[in-house]
């Protein structure tokens, strides 16, 4: 082999060494977090075992629920009128929606029907913000609409509200505990975090003036992580035009909202119009409650209540403005769950 030859060899192997080497171990690193991430969506079957059930993540305005193992068109008009679809027992019923279990082609799912013409800009507001957010991890999965109805994703477990009945189950005993419990924590923290920072802008989960209401918005999957269910009243912050919000048209009592919700005005009486404005600091200030019916009072929830203590009283400062982001509050939740495990 002559010098020259022998030269270009070793080029070719450093080219091979120092460029294909890496490329390829990239490649494959972006194949399998590509696939194990964003491809596929995973949740421990609690009455199976544990077993962990996935199933892929669809392309807009598609759907897969828990039975089927491939995305699916959302359901349209001639759907909901087809021999497939049956609608069955009513599950609830407020002054906007009747929510009626139903069944399409065998699988349980959620019909979600218009109850009064009156509410329907609340309606189809709740609606818009369901399919604004399609494709995150905390909302409900639609399933597709027509006219005044649509369908979502069933939840055998219902809403947040029966977690503490749901957590005394056997087969759940294995999140009955402190760790768990301020996993439902974190959990309800990314969610107001991902509202205060949505694509649609800074949204604020309104219709929450007593902790069961708050509660009964969100829904429990089987391995008991939370997704925002109830979007009907998400109105936007804009800090750049100053535009602020007030959560419906009537008076707001009690201590589970934010001072700032309530009426100010002690020599007269109420007016929609007169009530001052305000911001997602509301959703903060509520936190704390929504937390420490999570934390019950398990062994450990002392402990964690106390390391708690500072962000949950900064939560409850009087000025909105003091009051820490969603973030913040997200942040302290995990460093202290961080501890707990470690
Ligand atoms: N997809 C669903 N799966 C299971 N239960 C649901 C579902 N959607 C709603 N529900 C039940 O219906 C209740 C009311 O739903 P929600 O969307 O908050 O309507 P509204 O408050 O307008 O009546 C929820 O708290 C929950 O118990
Ligand atoms: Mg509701």
């Avoid at 109805?149 to 402190?178: A, D, F, P």
Wanted: hydrophobic fraction near 35%.
């Amino acid at each position: 082999m002559t010098i020259l030859e022998e030269a270009a060899q070793t080029s070719i192997t450093k080219i091979l060494i120092y460029l294909c080497l890496p490329l390829t171990v990239a490649v494959v690193f972006w194949y399998m977090i590509g696939f194990s991430e964003d491809n596929s969506i995973c949740h421990k079957n609690y009455d199976d075992g544990g077993k962990v059930v996935c199933h892929p993540a669809c392309p807009s305005r598609h759907f897969c629920i828990p039975g089927m193992t491939e995305c699916r068109p959302w359901l349209a008009c001639q759907d909901f009128q087809s021999v497939h679809f049956r609608v069955g027992k009513l599950i609830a019923k407020s002054a906007v929606k009747m929510v009626y279990q139903a069944e399409w082609k065998g699988h349980t799912i959620v019909l979600i029907s218009l109850a009064n013409s009156e509410y329907r800009k609340d309606f189809l507001h709740g609606l818009d913000m369901l399919t604004a957010f399609q494709g995150s991890q905390y909302v409900t999965q639609l399933l597709g609409s027509c006219d005044d109805s649509y369908v979502t994703e069933y939840h055998r477990l219902g809403s947040v509200k029966n977690v503490n009945r749901i957590l005394q189950m056997s087969q759940y005993k294995e999140l009955n505990n402190i760790q768990g419990r301020l996993g439902l924590c974190i959990n309800y923290a990314a969610i107001i975090n991902y509202f205060h920072t949505s694509p649609r802008g800074t949204r604020v989960m309104c219709d929450s003036n007593y902790l069961e209401k708050t509660l009964s918005q969100y829904l429990l999957h089987d391995d008991l992580s939370i997704v925002a269910n109830d979007l009907d009243a998400l109105p936007k912050i804009d800090r750049s035009t100053g535009l602020l919000i007030r959560c419906g048209h009537r008076q707001i009592y009690g201590d589970f909202p934010a001072p700032e919700q309530r009426w100010p005005y002690n020599d007269h009486n109420f007016t929609d119009l007169e009530m001052p404005p305000y911001d997602e600091k509301t959703d903060i200030w509520k936190i704390p409650d929504v937390c420490s019916f999570f934390l019950d009072d398990v062994p450990g929830s002392d402990g964690v209540r106390f390391h708690l203590f500072k962000i949950h009283r900064q939560c409850k400062e009087h000025s909105p403005d003091l009051r820490p982001t969603a973030k913040e509050v997200l942040e302290t939740y995990r460093e202290v769950h961080r501890k707990l495990v470690s």
